[in-house]
């Protein structure tokens, strides 16, 4: 319980501290609209075709959108020596991780929520027959991403090119999630509910989050003192 209240804590610090700036999530969020709107303009696909490519286009956004998040996880404890005094309190290494993630995790899922409905408006696709499923597969994903994003941004957090190498890191390991997210999220905005043949996809994401938020947890002592 001492562990929860503690990752909660830092989670509620972090989302005020972005609530106060509104840095990470006005740059990912204009950045996401703008790369939907230019690929809307890019080429003019049938209504069929962009349901098929549909997953891919969003999780392509999301994920470049969402390194700008992910990349002031930790920067933001840069000034004053913040990370120093959060590494030397009396709480435990992966209650930190957690609270920093679960932040982060909230940040990128509300900037993907606002996303779809200018998806919706750009491509003229009604991707809401699949509503819950979908925000299960959104969720599921953003988890997978945000656990290796934390991760990398806690090992990246001192160095000086850490916004292009966060991403340099992250997305080779994230090809698992990224494809099962993308096979998932293309299947439910054409309105096609989730079967044996896409649950396999299903079971991928959800082992890839069990098995890397273990490792992060387990490791994250190491990447912070290290």
């Known amino acids: 319980m001492n562990f929860l209240r503690q990752a909660l804590t830092i989670a509620a610090k972090d989302l005020r501290a972005?609530?106060?700036?509104?840095?990470a999530i006005q740059a990912s969020l204009s950045f996401a609209l703008v790369i939907l709107l230019l690929f809307s303009f890019s080429f003019d696909p049938s209504e069929d075709e962009i349901?098929?490519?549909?997953?891919?286009?969003?999780?392509?956004?999301?994920?470049?959108?969402?390194?700008?998040?992910?990349?002031?996880?930790?920067?933001?404890e840069i000034p004053n020596d913040c990370l120093?005094?959060?590494?030397?309190?009396?709480?435990?290494?992966a209650a930190l991780f957690l609270g920093?993630?679960?932040?982060?995790?909230?940040l990128l899922f509300a900037m993907e929520l606002m996303c779809f409905p200018v998806f919706g408006?750009?491509?003229?696709?009604?991707?809401?027959g699949q509503f819950w499923p979908l925000m299960l597969v959104l969720a599921l994903a953003t988890?997978?991403?945000?656990?290796?994003?934390?991760?990398?941004?806690a090992l990246t957090v001192n160095m000086r090119l850490r916004e292009i190498m966060l991403p340099l890191l992250v997305y080779?390991?994230?090809?698992?999630?990224?494809?099962a997210a993308i096979r998932l999220t293309s299947h439910l905005v054409a309105g096609q509910p989730l079967d044996p043949e896409v649950m396999v996809w299903m079971r991928l994401l959800v082992g890839f989050n069990i098995i890397f938020t273990s490792l992060a947890l387990v490791l994250v002592e190491s990447v912070l003192l290290g």
């Open 18 to 23: 972005e609530l106060r700036t509104k840095e």
């Open 121 to 128: 408006i750009f491509y003229n696709v009604r991707w809401t």
């Open 100 to 106: 920093k993630a679960l932040a982060s995790f909230i």
């Open 143 to 153: 988890w997978g991403f945000t656990v290796i994003g934390t991760t990398f941004s």
């Open 84 to 93: 120093d005094a959060l590494v030397a309190a009396p709480l435990s290494g």
């Open 51 to 76: 349901r098929v490519l549909s997953g891919g286009l969003l999780w392509i956004v999301f994920a470049f959108a969402g390194a700008l998040i992910l990349n002031r996880t930790f920067a933001r």
């Open 172 to 179: 080779p390991l994230m090809i698992p999630c990224l494809l």
